[in-house]
């Protein structure tokens, strides 16, 4: 599971006190785990992924609005390591052509439209795509 790897790296930062990547996935490993603690169980996978998504976009967000501002390079750098970080637990995204094979195959068992195209990749491939990419293959491809 990627909580328990964040959980070692977690205890392996804090061991050689590394002090941003323990601050950082302390707090990921909180969010994390109320996930699951809010449905009395425990956090799956693609709710862990869908956690560190969200962080990735807060800490994108800052570091759009600190170089927009033009504010101290040393802040912009954390969120830029921070990004890094959460980029190691995500899952790699499919390719474009990666994505264009499985479309066709969706296609080639009968799948016509884009609603049920997605739904597969959705069932399939959760997390693993970038959803406007599907959508625009899926276009080409229908």
Do not use: W
């Not at 600190?66 to 970080?85: F, N, P």
């Not at 049920?116 to 970038?130: E, P």
């Amino acid at each position: 599971m990627i909580l328990d790897e964040i959980k070692a790296d977690n205890l392996s930062a804090r061991k050689i006190k590394n002090k941003l990547v323990s601050s950082v996935l302390t707090t990921l490993i909180g969010e994390i785990t109320m996930v699951g603690k809010n449905r009395n169980r425990t956090t799956t996978d693609a709710e862990t992924v869908a956690v560190i998504k969200k962080f990735k976009k807060g800490a994108s967000e800052n570091c759009t609005l600190m170089a927009d501002s033009g504010a101290d390079s040393k802040e912009l750098e954390t969120y830029i390591e921070e990004i890094s970080i959460y980029d190691t637990y995500l899952p790699k995204l499919m390719t474009e052509d990666e994505l264009q094979k499985a479309i066709n195959q969706f296609i080639l068992e009968g799948s016509n439209n884009t609603g049920s195209i997605m739904k597969a990749l959705k069932n399939k491939y959760d997390g693993k795509y970038d959803g406007k990419m599907a959508s625009i293959l899926i276009k080409k491809s229908l």
